[in-house]
Nanobody, 115 residues
Framework: VQLQASGGGLVQAGGSLRLSCESS????????FAWYRQAPGKQRDRVAI???????AYADSVKGRFAISRDNAKNTVYLQMNSLKPEDTAVYYC??????????RGQGTQVTVSS
């Protein structure tokens, strides 16, 4: 599978961005999709995850501000990010988990939040 992430950019604190992750394969064939982020000098953290059943979970740092969703018809997973903070600045990656537990990560998209 190939994953194409897009939607990153530069935004002021308090602003919003929507990231997209388009899959080359039908997304319902995967057990989950997740968004991760990695800031310079920091470890990669999972931000949000959505399962094939539509269940979602979020890192505490983004609860109430970010929302993960998917459009099965477009084979795309989204991350709506609201009330952005400078500490949200990172490269964001999407990752697909197959039914045989193989993870595939796409290229990242840079999100920069200015104060």
């Amino acid at each position: 599978v190939q994953l194409q992430a897009s939607g990153g950019g530069l935004v002021q604190a308090g602003g919003s961005l929507r990231l997209s992750c388009e899959s080359s394969e039908t997304i319902i064939s995967f057990i989950s999709f997740a968004w991760y982020r990695q800031a310079p000098g920091k470890q990669r953290d999972r931000v949000a995850i959505i399962t094939v059943n539509g269940n979602t979970a979020y890192a505490d740092s983004v609860k109430g501000r970010f929302a993960i969703s998917r459009d099965n018809a477009k084979n795309t997973v989204y991350l709506q990010m609201n009330s952005l903070k400078p500490e949200d600045t990172a490269v964001y990656y999407c990752e697909a988990m197959s039914k045989n537990l193989v993870a595939t990560r796409g290229q990242g998209t840079q999100v920069t939040v200015s104060s």
